[in-house]
């Protein structure tokens, strides 16, 4: 955690929630062969959602978790979690589409793609 993801009141802010998922939702596409700059297929986000479940203050070192939940023909979605003390101080699930760099366009999950994702799903 860094110091200036509190705000005036020592709690972590709504967007460093945001980045912490990233964080490791990158790290994940990376790892399963999905995201490497340059590709011409990329995965762009569509929607998130975070349910903050406990206070978080700084200082902390937190610990972060990633699930797949759904793999369909043209969408998947991840829940992460954010953990500090054993305990899950917020959850974002994040859907995305995989997008056509150089028609701007989402196109469907191909075989490779879906067999990555569902290896992990929950």
Sequence with gaps: MRFG???FL???TNTAYLHYAESVRATFMREIGMWQPGQVRQGVIVHHEVDYLRELGYPARLRLGLSVVDVSER???VVQGVFFEDLCRAV????MVRMDTQTRRAVPLDSREHAALSAWRV
């Design 10 to 12: 020592g709690h972590v």
């Design 92 to 95: 974002v699930l994040t859907r």
């Design 75 to 77: 969408s998947y979605a």
């Design 5 to 7: 993801d509190i705000d």
